[in-house]
């Protein structure tokens, strides 16, 4: 793993305890995370799985592609955020961009 990603989440993580007034037990706790795992990942001694890291993001209000440097979005949105957007993206499709993006979705992926 890169040293630098590990510092990042590392530093990453510990702002938003920080922010969110947390600490280590506690984000364990809300987490599922165990608590060593998490002071090894703030001390750069580690790296979690994607499970755990996912786990952390969620209880830090956050994402994990936040954490890892690769987002300057902080914030986790709402689910009706997210919907709100998408639907005022459709708005603006053309109609036959709204039948092409029907059959995409609608269309079954062929698995080989």
């Known amino acids: 793993m890169d040293k630098n990603k590990k510092a990042i989440l590392a530093q990453r993580v ?7 007034g947390m600490n280590a037990l506690q984000l364990s706790e809300s987490s ?6 998490i002071s090894r990942l703030t001390n ?3 790296f979690p799985s994607a499970g755990n890291l996912e786990k952390i993001a969620m209880a830090l209000n956050t994402t994990g ?3 890892l440097g690769d987002s300057e979005t902080c914030e986790r949105r709402s689910l009706d955020e997210i919907k ?9 499709l053309t109609v ?3 039948a092409e993006l029907a059959w995409f ?4 992926v062929n698995k080989k």
Not at 14 to 20: A, D, F, T
Not at 32 to 37: A, D, K, M, P
Not at 84 to 92: C, D, F, M, Y
């Open 105 to 108: 979705i609608l269309t079954p």
């Open 14 to 20: 510990k702002e938003r305890m920080r922010m969110l």
């Open 44 to 46: 750069e001694k580690a």
């Open 96 to 98: 036959e961009e709204k």
């Open 32 to 37: 599922g995370v165990s608590q060593s795992i």
């Open 84 to 92: 709100n957007s998408v639907r005022e993206q459709l708005e603006e």
């Open 65 to 67: 592609s936040y954490l």
